[in-house]
């Protein structure tokens, strides 16, 4: 399985800081940008005033422990906007086996989706909260924390996402920033965004040809209501949920995936120029333009009417 990292422009250079290794940053939930996480309840409400207290004692404050997020999914526009800020940035791709072996203790689940907190059943925490063993109140505290740190509010599930939960000694503080040391073993493709600039390629390229990983590019085609990828062995593929799968027809002309014509383009970029040439002598408006009649394609969108201070002035005078 592999699991996705979106990687901002500004943080790239700090995860390939070092040539040897990546640096994944780790982050309390507390500080990530859900307000919610960790939110959690009793279900039902508990009734008795000592078992509220026992269970605010021990899952009040739930434990805080250092959190990587992955998605499992590279072609999220979504994703790209806002961790890969606008696709400037970058996205690894990482095997989750090899990638979790890197340190000590590791555990790893898919978020959960909901409209309503996460919750532990009353029942659990009665059944502990009467024994008073030891065993009991861990097992509560399991349950707690699997609900806790594995459900996000539905407004998330574009991220599907993915998790990896590890203890405190198993990342450096630097300066208040967690960071997991992992081997470019665990790497197994590097992913330029469309908006990647020089700087960022070139450290990219670099570290794709010292650790052999492959190093492909998202692409938004302008035909092409889906994101696609290239590389060096790949002109143009999708993401079929478990690996990148070459597409059979590409556009030699743009590049895209398409219906191809007999020419080896698409149909955008077969249009012979004698057609292209007489387009813009099919309309008035063309020629409105031509002799300065009209300034500009006017902004006009159907069932809708113009709105704004000087269309209110322009009515008031009419009235007049």
Not at 100 to 107: E, K, R, S
Request: one cysteine or more.
């Amino acid at each position: 399985m592999l699991l996705f990292k979106y990687v901002s422009p500004d943080a790239t250079a700090k995860v390939f800081e070092r040539a040897s290794e990546l640096s994944i940053r780790f982050g309390l939930p507390k500080a990530y940008n859900d307000p919610y996480e960790l939110f959690l309840e009793p279900d039902p409400p508990l009734e008795d005033e000592e078992q509220r207290a026992f269970y605010n004692y021990f899952l009040g404050e739930v434990v805080e422990a250092p959190v990587a997020c992955f998605s499992k999914r590279p072609d999220s526009v979504v994703m790209w906007a806002h961790y890969g800020r606008e696709g400037a940035g970058i996205c690894l791709a990482f095997d989750e086996d090899a990638l979790v072996d890197q340190f000590p203790i590791a555990y790893v689940g898919d978020i959960t989706y909901s409209d309503g907190p996460a919750k532990v059943s009353s029942g659990i925490v009665e059944h502990a909260f009467t024994t008073g063993k030891g065993r009991h109140t861990l097992r509560l505290l399991e349950i707690g924390h699997r609900a806790a740190y594995f459900m996000k509010r539905s407004d998330w599930q574009y991220e599907a996402e993915r998790r990896v939960v590890v203890t405190p000694d198993a990342v450096e503080d630097r300066t208040g920033v967690l960071l997991g040391k992992v081997s470019p073993e665990a790497l197994r493709y590097i992913i330029l965004g469309p908006k990647a600039d020089p700087a960022v390629k070139k450290l990219c390229q670099e570290r794709s040809r010292e650790w052999g990983v492959p190093l492909i590019e998202l692409r938004i085609g302008s035909r092409t209501f889906a994101p696609f990828f290239t590389g060096a062995d790949m002109p143009a593929g999708t993401w079929s949920g478990a690996d990148f799968e070459k597409v059979a027809d590409v556009c030699e002309e743009c590049g895209e995936p398409a219906n191809l014509s007999e020419s080896g383009k698409c149909q955008w970029c077969d249009i012979a120029k004698e057609a292209k040439d007489s387009a813009p002598r099919r309309s008035a408006l063309t020629m409105y333009l031509s002799l300065g009649i009209r300034k500009g394609i006017p902004l006009a969108f159907d069932g809708m009417e113009p709105r704004g201070h000087l269309v209110t002035e322009s009515r008031r005078q009419s009235l007049e």
